[in-house]
């Protein structure tokens, strides 16, 4: 049977994808502009994001079906061609370790100091669903159960979640369907990366988030899972209360609760989880090729963000580099090239809500200062419940910052509805001050000597 594209079958947005295409172009020498699929424009952001408010919002929901794919060609996907696309954006090698496992900006960056690709456990496929209504859980869980059990029924190796979040990613169900795939073994595309492509004795570092969320079974290896992590607690999205109901009555919603499937078990989230079946697979390549096996265990995905900063900042120190500039990315919008080209220290949020601004300011509140704070902020295309308004990321920047704290590439009056934030950010990091040459990479060893030598405690598990 003729299998879709991997390329068109990806969604650009994904963080996984990102993680990819910007660790791919990194060790090309490039950077992530407009998420390695469009250009870096302040020019062409202003004009996409110019348009009255429900002009934007539309585009975003436009955006989401341009993403997606027929449902009669979901028989067509398979997974090993998802990894075959993968393992196409690195070059032969060879590499001194790899990152396998769960995506987030702090594995980005972690991956870039080590020059080191990131293999992902999870894709993003997006199906085209115009049908199913986003406050509607069930229906949707219904609509979509059939080709997510077709799906896994050709993917033996693949685990399939139908995630379905009306809160944050509304503009985009609206016209899609989120299907992630969390691979179970290495397969033959992986297992021939990690043999051909590795250095003799080289590390492979699981990057392993043991976060979990509710799902239901509706197949053999096929879940639903309603909401994700967000602005909303996971308990909210099943106990709906007045906050939920106002949202839905600002969407125009006929509904005002959800009244989503009751879970049959907590899982492995769909985007940030772990799945631990994987890991007999890669404890017997590491140990046939002679390679070392390192797990990196975290409870979150944003628990890697303050070890990376602070590691990051270490390794300027010696350099003999002052790490007086902190650059806060949010969701996919990274770019490890000019992270290192300015000598910015590294802080990733998840999203733009309000845990993730509780993150920032205890890092803050609690680390050394820095002279200079840039923020990034990520627009999903509606005010969510949870999302921060710009002007207190502003005060919380400008509090903490010892001479400036500027938020960079973000239309501020566009915001949380900023089109045009995908082709913003990558320029507005390029035009920031001081070029630093790009180091050598760090060695396993320096991650070992920093934590010897720190006495913060992380929340995370390194062995």
């Keep these: 049977m003729r299998h879709v594209r991997a390329g068109r079958v990806q969604v650009d947005f994904d963080s996984s994808v990102n993680t990819v295409r910007a660790l791919g172009r990194f060790l090309r020498g490039k950077d992530h502009r407009g998420m390695s699929v469009g250009p870096g424009s302040a020019r062409l952001a202003a004009l996409a994001s110019a348009p009255p408010h429900s002009v934007r919002r539309r585009i975003f929901t436009g955006m989401g079906a341009a993403q997606a794919i027929p449902l009669d060609r979901a028989r067509q996907i398979r997974g090993e061609d998802l990894a075959q696309w993968v393992v196409d954006q690195y070059g032969p090698g060879p590499h001194p370790a790899v990152v396998i496992g769960s995506a987030s900006g702090g594995a980005v960056h972690l991956a870039a100091a080590l020059r080191a690709p990131f293999l992902p456990q999870?894709?993003?496929?997006?199906?085209?669903?115009?049908?199913?209504?986003?406050?509607?859980?069930?229906?949707?869980?219904?609509?979509?159960?059939?080709?997510?059990?077709?799906?896994?029924?050709?993917n033996p190796e693949l685990a399939v979640y139908h995630m379905h979040d009306p809160a944050q990613d509304r503009p985009m169900i609206e016209a899609m369907a989120y299907i992630r795939l969390k691979r179970l073994t290495l397969g033959r595309v992986y297992e021939r990366f990690l043999a051909e492509r590795l250095a003799p004795g080289a590390s492979v570092i699981v990057l392993d988030c043991a976060r979990r969320w509710g799902s239901?079974?509706?197949?053999?290896?096929?879940?639903?899972?309603?909401?994700?992590?967000?602005?909303?607690p996971e308990e909210e999205y099943f106990d709906s209360g007045d906050r939920v109901a106002r949202y839905l009555a600002e969407q125009d919603s006929p509904w005002r609760r959800w009244e989503p499937p009751t879970p049959d078990a907590r899982r492995p989230e769909a985007e940030w989880g772990f799945h631990p079946a994987l890991l007999p697979d890669l404890e017997q390549v590491t140990e046939r090729y002679g390679y070392c096996l390192r797990r990196l265990a975290v409870s979150e995905p944003q628990d890697l963000s303050r070890f990376t900063a602070d590691l990051y900042r270490w390794w300027y120190y010696r350099r003999g580099l002052p790490a007086t500039r902190l650059v806060v990315e949010s969701y996919v919008q990274w770019d490890p090239h000019w992270i290192l080209r300015l000598g910015a220290v590294p802080f990733w949020m998840r999203f733009n809500m309000e845990p993730d601004y509780e993150e920032l300011a205890r890092y803050l509140d609690e680390g050394?200062?820095?002279?200079?704070?840039?923020?990034?902020?990520?627009?999903?295309?509606?005010?969510?419940?949870?999302?921060?308004?710009?002007?207190?990321?502003?005060?919380?920047?400008?509090?903490?910052?010892?001479?400036?704290?500027?938020?960079?590439?973000?239309?501020?009056?566009?915001?949380?509805?900023?089109?045009?934030?995908?082709?913003?950010?990558?320029?507005?990091?390029?035009?920031?001050?001081?070029?630093?040459?790009?180091?050598?990479?760090?060695?396993?060893?320096?991650?070992?000597?920093?934590?010897?030598?720190?006495?913060?405690?992380?929340?995370?598990?390194?062995r």
């Design 122 to 154: 999870t894709t993003l496929v997006g199906l085209r669903d115009a049908t199913s209504h986003p406050d509607d859980p069930a229906g949707a869980m219904q609509a979509l159960a059939p080709t997510a059990r077709l799906i896994a029924r050709n």
């Design 216 to 232: 239901t079974e509706v197949g053999e290896r096929a879940y639903f899972q309603f909401g994700c992590l967000g602005g909303l």
């Design 368 to 462: 050394e200062p820095y002279d200079k704070i840039n923020l990034n902020l990520f627009s999903q295309g509606l005010w969510s419940p949870g999302v921060v308004p710009v002007e207190r990321w502003q005060e919380l920047i400008e509090k903490y910052a010892r001479e400036e704290g500027e938020i960079v590439g973000v239309d501020i009056r566009a915001y949380p509805l900023d089109v045009g934030s995908s082709l913003r950010y990558q320029p507005a990091y390029a035009a920031l001050p001081s070029r630093q040459p790009m180091p050598a990479p760090l060695a396993m060893r320096d991650i070992d000597r920093f934590l010897d030598e720190t006495d913060r405690a992380y929340p995370l598990t390194w």
